[in-house]
């Protein structure tokens, strides 16, 4: 059974940082894309960053571009995002999911892929 399971959110103060984890088991997929998104009050849900399984290439929306680091470890079939410099802006319940993709194609527009599989969530908190 296909499980995504996330961790690491809390609360920080304004310029601090935080690491979510996302573990996942259970793939049969050959290639995929491992995303980050997050959801505000009141706000739409939007694409955060991911990572490709296919090359490894990374992807980041821009408000989170040189603070934001997503990476994975293979053994531990973890995808991690290092959230540096943190934004009262970046408050959200974060998600991770996952995306079957075609190695063949190139990577566009990353966050309108069709993502079947979602963890629960973790809150994060930027806050004084």
């Known amino acids: 059974q296909l499980q995504l399971v996330e961790s690491g959110g809390g609360l920080v103060q304004p310029g601090g940082s935080l690491r979510l984890s996302c573990a996942h088991s259970?793939?049969?997929?050959?290639?995929?894309?491992i995303g980050w998104f997050r959801q505000a009050p009141g706000k739409e849900r939007e694409g955060v960053s991911c990572?490709?399984?296919?090359?490894?290439?990374?992807y980041y929306r821009d408000s989170v571009k040189g603070r934001f680091t997503i990476s994975r470890d293979n053994a531990k079939n973890t995808v991690y995002l290092q959230m540096t410099s943190l934004k009262p802006e970046d408050t959200a319940v974060y998600y991770c999911?996952?995306?079957?993709?075609?190695?063949?194609?190139?990577?566009?527009?990353?966050?309108?892929?069709?993502?079947?599989?979602w963890g629960q969530g973790t809150q994060v908190t930027v806050s004084s």
């Open positions: 259970g793939f049969t997929l050959d290639y995929y894309l």
């Open positions: 990572i490709s399984t296919s090359d490894g290439s990374t």
């Open positions: 999911a996952v995306a079957s993709i075609n190695p063949d194609r190139p990577i566009t527009s990353w966050w309108t892929y069709i993502y079947d599989w």
